[in-house]
């Protein structure tokens, strides 16, 4: 879930022209997500894109995936396909997505490898890698704050060398 979502911020960023743009969450961005992790959106919520991309890298979640998707007019189908096709454009030769989110399928994989050079390519990006060497953003419209999973760790794990990171696991997987 949490490699698919390097994915996912990565299209975005590529395919959003402006990160500053509010988004008003609506109903439609909790459906099909219960039992995935969440950032804390709430229904009424006016964030930015550039917030969302935060909530998608940071607590992993499926909230503001969702977000983002339907607010860039796109089908889950659709947004899909922008993932292929990059990944295709990237060089990844084993990897598949199939759905934005990371949920569990037989028919959503990569490889290390594949994973490696997928963050080679988007570290390039200086959006991304902004967001990706983030531990904590606050969402001040709707004061949230998110941690990222280095924050979590760093009490067991010293992660002061680690700039950045995305770790999460699912079931499945």
């Given at each position: 879930a949490?490699?698919?979502k ?8 590529e ?12 109903s ?5 997500i219960?039992?995935y ?12 894109f ?16 969702r ?10 189908d659709?947004?899909?396909k ?7 454009e ?6 598949n997505?199939?759905?934005a989110?990371?949920?569990d399928?037989d ?8 994973i ?13 890698k902004t967001i ?6 606050t969402?001040?419209s709707i ?9 979590s ?7 002061s ?7 999460g696991?699912?079931d499945g997987?």
């Amino acid at each position: 879930a949490s490699l698919t979502k390097i994915m996912t911020t990565l299209v975005a960023i590529e395919n959003i022209s402006n990160l500053d743009k509010d988004v008003v969450i609506t109903s439609e961005v909790f459906r099909g997500i219960e039992d995935y992790s969440q950032a804390g959106l709430s229904i009424g919520d006016k964030v930015t894109f550039k917030d969302l991309l935060y909530g998608i890298m940071l607590p992993s979640g499926a909230d503001c995936v969702r977000a983002v998707i339907l607010n860039m007019g796109k089908s889950n189908d659709e947004f899909v396909k922008l993932m292929n096709d990059k990944a295709k454009e990237i060089g990844l030769k084993n990897t598949n997505f199939d759905n934005a989110i990371g949920m569990d399928s037989d028919d959503n994989y990569s490889t290390a490898g594949d994973i490696a050079k997928l963050l080679i390519y988007a570290l390039d990006n200086e959006t991304f890698k902004t967001i990706y060497t983030t531990k904590s953003y606050t969402i001040s419209s709707i004061n949230l704050k998110l941690n990222s999973t280095l924050v979590s760790y760093a009490n067991r794990l010293d992660t002061s060398n680690i700039l950045g990171a995305k770790s999460g696991f699912t079931d499945g997987a």
